[in-house]
Protein backbone atom coordinates (compact mmCIF):
# COMPACT_ATOMS: atom_id res chain seq x y z
CA UNK A 1 0.00 0.00 0.00
CA UNK A 2 1.72 3.49 -0.89
CA UNK A 3 1.66 6.31 1.24
CA UNK A 4 -1.68 8.04 -0.12
CA UNK A 5 -3.51 4.99 1.07
CA UNK A 6 -2.74 5.05 4.54
CA UNK A 7 -5.04 7.36 6.92
CA UNK A 8 -2.77 9.95 8.15
CA UNK A 9 -4.41 11.91 10.50
CA UNK A 10 -3.52 15.74 10.05
CA UNK A 11 -2.15 16.75 13.77
CA UNK A 12 1.60 15.78 14.51
CA UNK A 13 2.94 15.04 17.50
CA UNK A 14 6.21 13.70 18.79
CA UNK A 15 5.62 10.77 21.15
CA UNK A 16 8.12 10.02 23.90
CA UNK A 17 9.71 6.62 25.28
CA UNK A 18 9.08 5.77 28.95
CA UNK A 19 12.85 5.59 29.36
CA UNK A 20 15.41 8.43 28.38
CA UNK A 21 17.23 6.86 25.85
CA UNK A 22 19.39 9.01 23.98
CA UNK A 23 19.98 8.99 19.95
CA UNK A 24 21.70 10.87 17.09
CA UNK A 25 20.75 13.70 14.38
CA UNK A 26 19.12 11.95 12.06
CA UNK A 27 21.13 13.82 9.38
CA UNK A 28 24.46 11.96 9.83
CA UNK A 29 26.73 11.55 7.37
CA UNK A 30 25.56 8.18 5.24
CA UNK A 31 28.70 7.95 4.14
CA UNK A 32 30.66 7.78 7.30
CA UNK A 33 29.88 3.92 8.13
CA UNK A 34 31.16 2.83 4.97
CA UNK A 35 34.68 3.86 5.76
CA UNK A 36 34.34 3.53 9.26
CA UNK A 37 35.80 0.00 9.72
CA UNK A 38 38.68 0.16 6.97
CA UNK A 39 42.08 0.16 8.79
CA UNK A 40 40.69 -2.86 11.28
CA UNK A 41 43.51 -4.66 12.58
CA UNK A 42 44.39 -7.72 10.59
CA UNK A 43 45.58 -8.88 13.72
CA UNK A 44 42.03 -9.89 14.70
CA UNK A 45 38.91 -7.29 16.37
CA UNK A 46 39.05 -6.45 19.71
CA UNK A 47 35.71 -6.18 21.90
CA UNK A 48 37.24 -2.39 22.58
CA UNK A 49 38.15 -1.62 18.85
CA UNK A 50 37.60 2.17 18.83
CA UNK A 51 36.10 2.06 15.83
CA UNK A 52 33.16 0.58 17.09
CA UNK A 53 32.89 2.21 20.26
CA UNK A 54 32.81 5.00 18.02
CA UNK A 55 29.06 3.25 16.66
CA UNK A 56 27.90 2.88 19.74
CA UNK A 57 28.62 6.47 20.91
CA UNK A 58 26.88 7.50 18.15
CA UNK A 59 24.14 5.67 18.79
CA UNK A 60 23.93 7.04 22.34
CA UNK A 61 24.36 10.99 21.59
CA UNK A 62 22.59 12.95 24.08
CA UNK A 63 20.32 14.42 21.18
CA UNK A 64 16.74 13.62 19.84
CA UNK A 65 15.63 15.84 16.87
CA UNK A 66 12.66 14.08 16.03
CA UNK A 67 10.31 16.22 14.52
CA UNK A 68 6.30 15.38 15.06
CA UNK A 69 4.70 12.53 12.70
CA UNK A 70 1.53 12.49 11.79
CA UNK A 71 -0.57 9.45 13.58
CA UNK A 72 -1.38 6.48 11.32
CA UNK A 73 -4.68 4.97 12.07
CA UNK A 74 -5.35 2.71 15.21
CA UNK A 75 -6.95 -0.34 13.32
CA UNK A 76 -4.29 0.05 10.40
CA UNK A 77 -1.36 0.33 12.97
CA UNK A 78 -2.80 -3.12 14.82
CA UNK A 79 -3.36 -4.68 11.17
CA UNK A 80 0.28 -4.04 10.86
CA UNK A 81 1.58 -5.05 13.61
CA UNK A 82 -0.02 -8.54 13.25
CA UNK A 83 1.28 -8.88 10.50
CA UNK A 84 4.57 -8.41 11.98
CA UNK A 85 4.06 -10.40 14.83
CA UNK A 86 3.01 -13.39 12.40
CA UNK A 87 5.92 -13.33 10.47
CA UNK A 88 8.33 -13.06 13.59
CA UNK A 89 6.30 -16.32 14.55
CA UNK A 90 6.89 -17.84 12.05
CA UNK A 91 10.17 -17.31 11.13
CA UNK A 92 12.39 -16.60 14.03
CA UNK A 93 10.65 -19.46 16.80
CA UNK A 94 13.23 -18.86 19.66
CA UNK A 95 13.58 -15.31 19.11
CA UNK A 96 9.65 -14.98 18.64
CA UNK A 97 9.41 -16.91 22.18
CA UNK A 98 11.73 -13.82 24.22
CA UNK A 99 9.69 -11.39 23.08
CA UNK A 100 6.34 -12.67 23.98
CA UNK A 101 7.97 -12.41 27.93
CA UNK A 102 8.02 -8.22 26.70
CA UNK A 103 5.18 -5.64 27.53
CA UNK A 104 3.04 -4.82 24.66
CA UNK A 105 4.34 -1.59 23.19
CA UNK A 106 8.07 -3.51 22.87
CA UNK A 107 6.66 -6.70 21.54
CA UNK A 108 5.10 -4.54 18.72
CA UNK A 109 8.37 -2.28 18.23
CA UNK A 110 10.20 -5.43 18.42
CA UNK A 111 8.52 -7.05 15.48
CA UNK A 112 8.60 -4.04 13.20
CA UNK A 113 12.05 -4.10 13.27
CA UNK A 114 12.36 -7.81 13.33
CA UNK A 115 10.59 -7.52 9.87
CA UNK A 116 12.26 -4.76 8.49
CA UNK A 117 15.44 -6.96 9.21
CA UNK A 118 13.87 -9.72 7.58
CA UNK A 119 12.99 -7.82 4.32
CA UNK A 120 16.42 -6.52 3.76
CA UNK A 121 18.06 -9.57 4.04
CA UNK A 122 15.64 -11.48 1.80
CA UNK A 123 16.18 -8.80 -0.72
CA UNK A 124 19.89 -10.68 -0.65
CA UNK A 125 18.92 -14.42 0.36
CA UNK A 126 15.06 -14.37 -0.83
CA UNK A 127 13.45 -15.97 -3.75
CA UNK A 128 14.28 -12.77 -6.17
CA UNK A 129 18.21 -12.86 -5.03
CA UNK A 130 19.43 -13.51 -8.56
CA UNK A 131 17.81 -10.22 -9.48
CA UNK A 132 19.85 -7.93 -6.81
CA UNK A 133 21.90 -5.01 -7.41
CA UNK A 134 23.42 -2.48 -6.10
CA UNK A 135 20.34 0.15 -7.15
CA UNK A 136 17.87 -2.29 -5.57
CA UNK A 137 19.53 -1.55 -1.93
CA UNK A 138 20.08 2.44 -3.27
CA UNK A 139 16.01 2.57 -3.66
CA UNK A 140 15.91 0.36 -0.66
CA UNK A 141 17.64 2.93 1.56
CA UNK A 142 15.77 6.14 -0.20
CA UNK A 143 12.37 3.84 1.22
CA UNK A 144 13.90 3.81 4.72
CA UNK A 145 14.73 7.37 5.09
CA UNK A 146 11.25 8.26 4.09
CA UNK A 147 10.41 5.62 7.23
CA UNK A 148 11.88 7.84 9.32
CA UNK A 149 10.35 10.83 7.68
CA UNK A 150 6.72 9.46 8.56
CA UNK A 151 6.52 8.64 5.06
CA UNK A 152 5.85 4.54 4.79
CA UNK A 153 5.40 2.96 1.78
CA UNK A 154 2.94 0.06 2.96
CA UNK A 155 1.49 -1.57 5.90
CA UNK A 156 4.88 -2.95 7.28
CA UNK A 157 6.76 -0.02 6.60
CA UNK A 158 4.00 1.95 8.83
CA UNK A 159 4.68 -0.05 11.51
CA UNK A 160 8.32 0.76 11.31
CA UNK A 161 7.32 4.00 10.97
CA UNK A 162 5.16 4.02 14.42
CA UNK A 163 8.12 2.19 16.12
CA UNK A 164 10.98 4.46 15.35
CA UNK A 165 8.87 7.46 16.34
CA UNK A 166 7.53 6.16 20.14
CA UNK A 167 10.97 4.80 20.47
CA UNK A 168 14.03 7.29 20.63
CA UNK A 169 15.68 5.15 17.39
CA UNK A 170 18.20 6.32 15.22
CA UNK A 171 19.04 5.72 11.37
CA UNK A 172 22.43 4.56 11.48
CA UNK A 173 22.17 1.14 12.32
CA UNK A 174 19.32 0.69 9.79
CA UNK A 175 21.76 2.14 7.02
CA UNK A 176 24.50 -0.14 8.09
CA UNK A 177 23.05 -3.21 7.96
CA UNK A 178 22.09 -1.98 4.11
CA UNK A 179 25.58 -2.08 3.71
CA UNK A 180 25.80 -5.27 5.58
CA UNK A 181 23.72 -6.61 2.52
CA UNK A 182 25.89 -4.69 -0.89
CA UNK A 183 29.02 -6.39 1.34
CA UNK A 184 26.84 -10.04 0.87
CA UNK A 185 26.40 -9.40 -2.81
CA UNK A 186 29.79 -8.42 -2.90
CA UNK A 187 31.94 -10.98 -1.44
CA UNK A 188 31.17 -14.92 -0.25
CA UNK A 189 34.58 -15.34 1.32
CA UNK A 190 36.23 -13.95 4.88
CA UNK A 191 39.53 -14.12 4.69
CA UNK A 192 40.32 -13.19 8.35
CA UNK A 193 37.47 -12.83 11.47
CA UNK A 194 38.68 -8.82 10.94
CA UNK A 195 36.51 -9.40 8.08
CA UNK A 196 33.98 -12.07 9.09
CA UNK A 197 33.03 -9.59 12.27
CA UNK A 198 32.85 -6.74 10.04
CA UNK A 199 30.03 -8.48 8.20
CA UNK A 200 28.69 -9.27 11.48
CA UNK A 201 28.49 -6.47 12.75
CA UNK A 202 26.46 -4.81 9.86
CA UNK A 203 23.90 -7.62 9.36
CA UNK A 204 23.21 -8.12 13.13
CA UNK A 205 25.26 -6.10 15.41
CA UNK A 206 23.50 -3.38 14.28
CA UNK A 207 20.02 -5.52 15.05
CA UNK A 208 21.49 -4.94 19.20
CA UNK A 209 22.02 -1.57 18.18
CA UNK A 210 17.89 -0.73 17.19
CA UNK A 211 16.75 -2.73 20.14
CA UNK A 212 18.41 -0.67 23.03
CA UNK A 213 15.95 1.99 22.71
CA UNK A 214 12.93 -0.29 22.41
CA UNK A 215 14.14 -2.55 26.04
CA UNK A 216 14.88 0.52 27.93
CA UNK A 217 18.17 1.09 30.72
CA UNK A 218 17.59 0.90 34.25
CA UNK A 219 17.06 4.53 35.65
CA UNK A 220 19.33 3.68 38.36
CA UNK A 221 22.84 3.01 35.89
CA UNK A 222 23.97 6.29 35.47
CA UNK A 223 24.54 8.01 32.22
CA UNK A 224 27.78 6.70 32.50
CA UNK A 225 26.84 2.95 31.68
CA UNK A 226 25.11 3.97 28.83
CA UNK A 227 27.81 3.05 26.47
CA UNK A 228 28.53 0.07 28.43
CA UNK A 229 24.97 -0.87 27.58
CA UNK A 230 24.80 -0.50 23.96
CA UNK A 231 28.23 -2.34 23.74
CA UNK A 232 26.44 -5.34 25.16
CA UNK A 233 24.19 -5.52 22.94
CA UNK A 234 26.64 -5.15 19.81
CA UNK A 235 28.14 -7.92 21.40
CA UNK A 236 25.14 -9.58 21.69
CA UNK A 237 24.81 -9.36 17.72
CA UNK A 238 27.88 -10.67 16.90
CA UNK A 239 27.18 -13.75 19.22
CA UNK A 240 23.80 -14.66 17.34
CA UNK A 241 25.45 -14.00 14.43
CA UNK A 242 28.59 -16.22 14.70
CA UNK A 243 25.96 -18.45 16.51
CA UNK A 244 23.81 -18.52 12.88
CA UNK A 245 26.82 -18.84 10.92
CA UNK A 246 28.07 -22.12 12.72
CA UNK A 247 24.45 -23.70 12.57
CA UNK A 248 24.12 -23.34 8.92
CA UNK A 249 27.13 -24.02 7.58
CA UNK A 250 26.04 -26.78 5.61
CA UNK A 251 23.27 -24.93 4.53
CA UNK A 252 25.01 -22.44 3.06
CA UNK A 253 27.67 -24.64 1.57
CA UNK A 254 24.73 -25.75 -0.64
CA UNK A 255 24.63 -22.20 -2.06
CA UNK A 256 28.40 -22.08 -2.92
CA UNK A 257 28.88 -19.64 0.30
CA UNK A 258 31.54 -20.10 3.29
CA UNK A 259 30.80 -17.69 6.21
CA UNK A 260 34.11 -18.87 7.85
CA UNK A 261 37.11 -17.11 8.71
CA UNK A 262 39.69 -19.15 5.53
CA UNK A 263 42.99 -18.31 7.64
CA UNK A 264 42.16 -20.33 10.38
CA UNK A 265 40.25 -23.07 8.17
CA UNK A 266 43.93 -23.24 7.00
CA UNK A 267 45.48 -23.45 9.85
CA UNK A 268 43.51 -26.42 10.82
CA UNK A 269 44.58 -28.03 7.32
CA UNK A 270 40.85 -27.37 5.78
CA UNK A 271 39.76 -25.59 3.23
CA UNK A 272 36.61 -24.56 1.46
CA UNK A 273 36.51 -27.99 -0.35
CA UNK A 274 36.16 -29.77 3.49
CA UNK A 275 33.26 -27.85 3.78
CA UNK A 276 31.69 -28.49 0.69
CA UNK A 277 32.47 -32.68 0.71
CA UNK A 278 29.95 -32.11 4.47
CA UNK A 279 32.85 -34.84 6.07
CA UNK A 280 32.95 -34.15 10.07
CA UNK A 281 36.91 -35.08 10.83
CA UNK A 282 39.01 -35.08 13.75
CA UNK A 283 40.08 -31.43 12.33
CA UNK A 284 36.83 -30.44 11.77
CA UNK A 285 35.95 -30.85 15.47
CA UNK A 286 38.76 -29.12 16.66
CA UNK A 287 38.00 -26.21 14.08
CA UNK A 288 35.01 -25.73 15.06
CA UNK A 289 35.74 -25.79 18.93
CA UNK A 290 37.63 -22.61 18.83
CA UNK A 291 34.65 -20.97 16.54
CA UNK A 292 32.37 -22.00 19.48
CA UNK A 293 34.53 -20.52 21.74
CA UNK A 294 34.55 -17.46 20.12
CA UNK A 295 30.65 -17.22 19.60
CA UNK A 296 30.68 -18.06 23.88
CA UNK A 297 33.08 -15.01 24.24
CA UNK A 298 30.82 -12.39 23.12
CA UNK A 299 27.81 -13.81 24.80
CA UNK A 300 29.84 -13.76 28.07
CA UNK A 301 30.70 -9.75 26.77
CA UNK A 302 26.72 -9.36 26.64
CA UNK A 303 25.81 -10.34 30.13
CA UNK A 304 26.18 -7.64 32.06
CA UNK A 305 24.44 -4.62 30.17
CA UNK A 306 21.52 -7.30 29.96
CA UNK A 307 21.17 -7.04 33.40
CA UNK A 308 21.17 -2.90 33.34
CA UNK A 309 18.35 -3.25 30.88
CA UNK A 310 14.80 -1.40 32.05
CA UNK A 311 13.32 -4.40 34.67
CA UNK A 312 10.67 -5.13 32.42
CA UNK A 313 13.18 -6.09 29.64
CA UNK A 314 15.89 -8.31 30.97
CA UNK A 315 13.76 -11.18 31.44
CA UNK A 316 13.23 -12.13 27.77
CA UNK A 317 16.47 -10.82 27.03
CA UNK A 318 18.17 -13.02 29.14
CA UNK A 319 15.71 -15.97 27.25
CA UNK A 320 17.24 -14.92 23.88
CA UNK A 321 20.71 -15.19 25.06
CA UNK A 322 20.56 -18.27 26.82
CA UNK A 323 18.17 -19.55 24.34
CA UNK A 324 20.65 -18.83 21.44
CA UNK A 325 23.72 -20.02 23.20
CA UNK A 326 22.00 -23.31 23.89
CA UNK A 327 22.58 -23.41 19.87
CA UNK A 328 26.07 -23.80 20.38
CA UNK A 329 25.36 -26.77 23.03
CA UNK A 330 23.60 -28.68 20.43
CA UNK A 331 26.27 -28.28 17.73
CA UNK A 332 28.27 -29.89 20.28
CA UNK A 333 26.01 -32.49 21.29
CA UNK A 334 25.82 -33.43 17.85
CA UNK A 335 30.11 -33.92 17.15
CA UNK A 336 29.96 -31.00 15.44
CA UNK A 337 28.24 -32.32 12.61
CA UNK A 338 27.22 -29.06 11.69
CA UNK A 339 27.37 -30.09 7.90
CA UNK A 340 24.89 -32.15 7.59
CA UNK A 341 22.91 -31.36 10.64
CA UNK A 342 21.27 -27.91 11.52
CA UNK A 343 21.63 -27.65 15.35
CA UNK A 344 18.10 -26.30 16.90
CA UNK A 345 16.55 -26.25 20.64
CA UNK A 346 13.46 -28.26 21.02
CA UNK A 347 10.38 -26.80 22.77
CA UNK A 348 10.64 -28.47 26.09
CA UNK A 349 14.14 -27.38 26.22
CA UNK A 350 13.13 -23.69 25.46
CA UNK A 351 10.52 -23.67 28.03
CA UNK A 352 12.80 -25.33 30.48
CA UNK A 353 15.23 -22.62 30.32
CA UNK A 354 12.56 -19.47 30.85
CA UNK A 355 13.11 -20.12 34.42
CA UNK A 356 16.87 -19.96 34.26
CA UNK A 357 16.85 -16.91 32.27
CA UNK A 358 13.96 -14.85 34.82
CA UNK A 359 16.50 -15.96 37.59
CA UNK A 360 20.01 -14.48 35.90
CA UNK A 361 17.89 -11.46 34.85
CA UNK A 362 17.86 -10.28 38.73
CA UNK A 363 20.88 -12.25 40.03
CA UNK A 364 23.48 -11.20 37.31
CA UNK A 365 22.70 -7.23 38.28
CA UNK A 366 26.25 -5.47 38.62
Known amino acids: MCATAVNLCTSPRTI ?23 NLSKLGVSHTDLRVNEIVTRQSWCQD ?18 RCRSVCAEYAKTFYLGTRLMTEDRQRAIWAIYVW ?26 RLEKIFEGRPYDMLDAALTNTVF ?11 MIEGMRM ?7 ENFQELYLYCYYVAGTVGLMSVPVMGIDPKYSHNSIHKIYSAALHLGIGNQLTNILRDVGED ?64 VWASLL ?20 AYVGKTKKILMLPWAFARSYTSQI
Open 65 to 82: DRRGMPELCASFLDDAYE
Open 16 to 38: RSETQVPSVPRNANKTSNRRLFT
Open 253 to 316: ALRGRVYLPQDELMQFGLSDEDVFARKVSDRWREFMRKQITRARFYFNQAEEGASQLSEASRWP
Open 166 to 176: KFPIDIKPFRD
Open 117 to 142: CRRTDELVDGPNASHMNKSVLDRWEE
Open 184 to 190: DIEKNRY
Open 323 to 342: LYRKILDEIEENDYDNLTKR
